[in-house]
Structure formats: C-alpha cells, structure tokens
C-alpha cells in the first residue's frame, strides 16, 4: 500500500493530505502567510501534534523554495538579513529542546502563536516605520518560536509591513526568510531521531503537492484586495489556533 511509505494507515489519508496541501499552499502564495499552520492543523489529527513541526519543515522547505523562486525579483534582501542573522541562532536553541515538549505543551504554543497574530496584524498601522534595530529584535523572537512551532511567521507579519513591504514584496521576503527557517530547522532534527524516512517521505510529497498551489496563489494575489486579504487571514487563524487548543486539551486529558 502506497500509503504506508508515508507512515499512514490508509490512502484515503493520503489523499486528504495532498488536497490539503494544495488548498493551503494556493491559500499561502495569495496571503504569504497561513498555508503553514493551516496545514499543520490537517496533520496534527493525522500524524499527531509532536510529529507534525519534523514533518512540516520538510514540507516548507519544498514550498517555501518554491514561493521564492517565484517571487525572487520581489525579495528585500535587507530585511530577509536582518531576519535571517537574528533568528537562526534562536531557532538552534528551541529546536535543541524540542524532543523534550509535550504534545500538549506544543499545541498550546501553537495555538497561543496563531491566536496573536490577530492583534498583531492589527498593530501595522499603529507602529509606523518599523527599525532595523525593531526588526532584529523581532527576528530573534520569531526564531525562537520557531525552532519549536510552525505559524510565526505571523509575527513577523506587521514589523515587514511596517518596514514597507507590501503585496510581492512581502510574500517574496517572507517566503525567503521561512525557507531559510526550514533549512535550519531540519538541518538540527536531522540529527535527532524525529526524522524517520516515511517523515521526510510525506513531508517532501506534501511539499511537491504545494508547487502547482503556489502558482495559483500568486496568481491570485494580483487580484484581491487589501482588505479582504487581511479579513481572510484573521478567520483562518481563530480557526487554526482553535484546532490546536483542542488537540492539546485531548492529549493533557488522555494524560
């Protein structure tokens, strides 16, 4: 059986995973943020929530690639440096501890991460011109969510928005800066023993689902508005946050 390549019981799974993958990377290259958590929340039922940022970071790293490739011309390379030097170092330090979290520990942490996206998207047009000192900081932040989560990315939404990103240029630098995430991110739980072959099995045959996606997402990223763009997210991240909330709260009952 096909699916069993993949760690899964059955191929109806398997196919669950690939609409799912397809759905939330069109979501993801039209919004630049989303796909990841929302994908998280299709594989933490399937998978379980401990298995999911190991198999995630495969995934994101086919993805993400590919958003960039796309959106290359786009990218501002001064705030994807700034990022990437400040968070990397952070994402090492999380991504050490990993294997020690709880699953509930880690669907809280996930839930809580999405659930504040909301005001902090909110904040863009409160903050103003965002420093580089300010987006250092953030960076630093983010990379230590995200050695332990998928979803900060969120965070880093209205500091690059404050620093005059907008439309490609935002999903393009933010799809750089979580492609080097990912790369990070793998490279340290390639060393541990969360890293099984059928993981990066369905984790890479997620991501190649998501490159026909990104395509689509870019393509209807030129066309929606501002506003819809922002009401849209906001949605997908309450219902995101409180898939995970309830899976955390099942496993500290199953306790």
């Known amino acids: 059986m096909i699916a069993s390549l993949f760690g899964l019981a059955s191929n109806d799974l398997l196919v669950v995973i690939a609409i799912g993958a397809f759905v939330t990377s069109a979501i993801h290259g039209a919004t630049g943020v989303a796909g990841g958590f929302l994908m998280s929340a299709i594989f933490a039922p399937i998978i379980g929530v401990h298995a999911v940022v190991p198999v995630m970071t495969a995934m994101m790293l086919v993805s993400h690639s590919?958003?960039?490739?796309?959106?290359?011309?786009?990218?501002?390379?001064?705030?994807?440096?700034?990022v990437a030097l400040s968070s990397v170092p952070f994402i090492a330090v999380a991504a050490f501890f990993y294997n020690d979290y709880s699953a509930a520990f880690i669907g809280f942490l996930m839930g809580t991460i999405i659930l504040s996206s909301i005001p902090l998207r909110r904040l863009e047009t409160r903050l103003g011109q965002t420093s580089d000192t300010t987006l250092g900081v953030v960076g630093s932040a983010y990379g230590a969510l995200s050695g332990a989560s998928i979803g900060p990315g969120m965070l880093l939404t209205p500091f690059l928005l404050g620093y005059g990103l907008r439309k490609e240029a935002f999903v393009a630098t933010l799809a750089t800066i979580a492609f080097t995430t990912n790369v990070a991110r793998f490279s340290l739980f390639s060393a541990t023993d969360l890293y099984t072959l059928p993981a990066i099995?369905?984790?890479?045959?997620?991501?190649?689902?998501?490159?026909?996606g990104n395509w689509l997402g870019r393509a209807v990223l030129r066309k929606i508005s501002t506003e819809s763009h922002l009401i849209a997210v906001e949605v997908i991240a309450a219902l995101g946050a409180l898939q995970f909330f309830y899976l955390a709260i099942k496993d500290l009952n199953a306790a």
């Not at 011309?73 to 700034?82: C, D, G, H, P």
């Open 201 to 212: 099995y369905l984790g890479v045959f997620a991501g190649l689902i998501t490159i026909p």
């Open 66 to 82: 590919s958003r960039s490739l796309l959106n290359i011309r786009k990218v501002n390379w001064r705030a994807f440096t700034i």
